[in-house]
């Protein structure tokens, strides 16, 4: 079935077809749409699920943490102000191996104020063992709220699909709904390996002593190290039933590339309308974009960009005091790995500021004037 839907109703649409069993949400712009609609389908029977009202995100967290012990399939969905307040719980979300899938519609953090788009409030968060996907299209936001259960049960950690607000938040387009037979021969029910139950009692997530702390952290880590080739895996097998491929991460041109520019989000589509007008002109330009942040792609970010003269990291968030985020994390990453590419850091897009195609133009003609990075931010778009 082809429908046009904004993105808050693509993961609505996702977590119905995942066959969630246990909701809980607090209302928040630029996310109220996805837990509407959500409560419309448990009202009306379209998903059988249990939609538990709350007075706070916190409290939303807390809900889903306990359905998730006692076994259930669960869901949230939360923005800015609304993600930090969960944060507390979602350490004990992913120390307790609890695979709650979370829809984060990335709204920049007040103050000043703002309902619209960066990435610093789900990056804030990449520190809390919660795996991160970032999707560039409606499409990817079903079929990546689908993957992510599939990833987080058979791993045993919580998921991320963010979005950006507004640019994919509010936006209408063209999605195919998987068919409900496909996505249970892809997705089969949840079998949590120990649930809280009457008839079988125990304690979950009680005092731990130093004798056993440092080993759960460790299994925690080693945990995440497999997920880049269940992406891969799990990313297959969507492709046989639903002929969509999902990667970790979608190279654009960069086999021949001189400088490859490095994106995200909505961003990442934007940069490739860029990188075709300039291949016109002879420029030769690639794109990059990271859709798994956590746990970061280390193996496919050092195959693929050491193979450019030059970098560009375009980041919509900020690590105030050091630079942006996912490019800090590219130059992690290629440290040691034998490349000597100049990685230029730029940011652009805070608080919703469009990125045009004529961005990336300008980030292109920054680093092909400079063999290396003058400044460690170059800011595309602010008014100094």
């Known amino acids: 079935m082809r ?113 619209w788009t960066d990435q610093n409030d789900s990056l804030s968060q990449r520190d809390t063992g919660w795996m991160q996907f970032y999707v560039s299209s409606n499409q990817e936001v079903v079929d990546t709220t689908i993957q992510a259960f599939k990833i987080a049960e058979a791993i045993g950690i919580p998921a991320m699909v963010v979005l950006d607000a507004f640019a994919l938040s509010h936006a209408y387009e063209v999605v195919d709904i998987p068919e409900q037979d496909k996505v249970d021969a892809y997705l089969p029910p949840y079998k949590p390996y120990a649930r809280l139950t009457p008839d079988a009692p125990c304690a979950f997530d009680g005092l731990t002593g130093p004798e056993h702390y440092f080993e759960l952290r460790y299994k925690l880590q080693k945990d995440m190290e497999k997920v880049p080739a269940l992406f891969d895996e799990t ?74 003269s030059k970098i560009a990291g375009l980041d919509r968030n900020i690590s105030y005091g050091y630079h942006g985020i996912f490019c800090q994390e590219v130059k992690s990453a290629l440290n040691g790995s034998g490349s000597s590419a100049p990685v230029f850091g730029f940011i652009a897009g805070l608080g919703g500021r469009d990125i045009m195609a004529a961005s990336f133009r300008e980030i292109v003609d920054i680093v092909r004037r400079q063999d290396k990075p003058a400044e460690e931010i170059n800011w595309i778009g602010v008014k100094k």
């Not at 429908?3 to 909701?23: C, D, E, F, P, W």
């Not at 969960?86 to 703002?114: C, F, K, Q, T, Y």
């Not at 970010?301 to 050491?306: F, G, K, M, S």
Request: charge should be positive; charged fraction near 20%.
């Open 235 to 308: 990313g297959r097998e969507f492709e046989k039933i639903f002929g969509r491929r999902l990667e970790a991460v979608e190279p654009y041109l960069c086999d021949d590339a001189e400088i490859i520019l490095v994106t995200s989000g909505t961003a990442g589509f934007t940069a490739r309308v860029a990188v075709d007008e300039m291949r016109k002109e002879g420029i030769k330009i690639g794109n990059f974009r990271i859709r798994m942040f956590r746990p970061f792609p280390f193996d496919a970010v050092r195959r693929v960009l050491a193979k450019a």
């Open 3 to 115: 429908k046009v839907i904004m993105g808050n109703h693509a993961l609505s649409y996702g977590a119905m077809l995942s066959r969630t069993q246990v909701i809980s949400a607090y209302p928040i712009t630029p996310q109220t749409q996805v837990v509407e609609l959500l409560s419309e389908m448990c009202a009306d029977g379209t998903l059988q699920a249990k939609f538990i009202k709350v007075e706070s995100e916190h409290s939303a967290m807390a809900a889903c943490i306990g359905a998730s012990i006692a076994g259930a399939r669960t869901f949230t969905a939360t923005s800015a102000q609304g993600l930090a307040l969960m944060h507390e719980l979602l350490h004990w979300a992913s120390g307790g191996r609890l695979p709650i899938v979370m829809g984060d519609i990335n709204r920049a953090m007040a103050p000043g104020w703002s309902i």
